[in-house]
């Protein structure tokens, strides 16, 4: 049963019209990176790294917003998930059943925005190879890999939130809202650390600091500047990152685990 749920789940994202929006807009951006460096004479190759990973990035984000967080709170909404839960299935492994088959989802959109995204560069390379640089296509394939663990991340979150409001549209926002504050909390930060602090009140930079610990850093995932550029990889950053996305996501599935098995379905 633990299977069926899982597939289900991924035949129901793939089947979902939203993906193929967001799979156009996605190759929509793609070719516009490539008319875009046509104008641009010098940087080629990091100004196409930077579209393409911000294209990945969002494209994947869409897929959380507008599927992920449709499917569990559709299925308490229209009573489905009695069906699950009549043949004696447990709570938790219905959930994390829908987890893992949208971590199908998500691993499949990401590896066609990654083939999208060398697709760009290569021909970004081959129509200007003077100007391209030092972009890493390696490293482009790696920030990809960040990307996913970034949105399965979201997905953790987004399905905690569908249990504690079971409105799609209060998850929405909380798991938008929560990728935008994550995504800035350490810039932020930095600059509050590094303003005079007699121009800095102290209620500032106690939420600053709050929201700095108590949301996600997904600044962690953000590798842009590193393919872009070609920089030398940090190892220990980069494992430290990967273990610290997964296991904020094994946390937040988990305690959405306790949340559900105690969870009234009426």
């Not at 249990?163 to 995504?183: K, M």
Request: aromatic share 10%; with cysteine.
């Amino acid at each position: 049963m633990l299977r069926a749920v899982l597939w289900v789940t991924f035949l129901e994202g793939v089947r979902n019209r939203a993906v193929y929006g967001i799979t156009l807009l996605a190759g929509l951006m793609m070719a516009f990176t490539v008319a875009l460096c046509s104008m641009i004479m010098q940087d080629v190759g990091k100004v196409a790294t930077d579209f393409a990973l911000t294209t990945a990035t969002f494209a994947a984000l869409l897929v959380v917003l507008f599927v992920g967080i449709t499917i569990l709170a559709r299925d308490i909404d229209r009573k489905t998930i009695y069906l699950a839960m009549s043949r004696a299935v447990p709570r938790s492994r219905y959930l994390v059943a829908r987890f893992l088959g949208l971590g199908m989802l998500q691993t499949l959109i990401v590896a066609l925005l990654l083939l999208a995204s060398m697709a760009t560069l290569l021909l970004v390379k081959q129509m200007y190879p003077t100007f391209f640089g030092t972009v890493s296509l390696w490293l482009v394939a790696v920030a990809h890999l960040f990307i996913l663990v970034q949105m399965i991340l979201l997905t953790a979150l987004s399905i905690l939130f569908s249990l504690v409001t079971t409105n799609a549209f209060i998850t929405f926002l909380l798991t938008a809202i929560t990728w935008l504050i994550g995504s800035s909390t350490q810039e932020v930060k930095g600059m509050v650390e590094s303003t005079d602090p007699s121009q800095v009140a102290p209620i500032i930079k106690m939420l600053v600091k709050l929201a700095y610990y108590l949301f996600p850093n997904l600044s962690l995932f953000d590798l842009k500047e590193v393919a872009a550029h070609g920089l030398a990889v940090d190892l220990p950053h980069l494992g430290f990152a990967l273990i610290y996305g997964l296991g904020y996501a094994v946390a937040v599935l988990s305690l959405a685990v306790m949340l559900f098995k105690r969870k009234e379905l009426t």
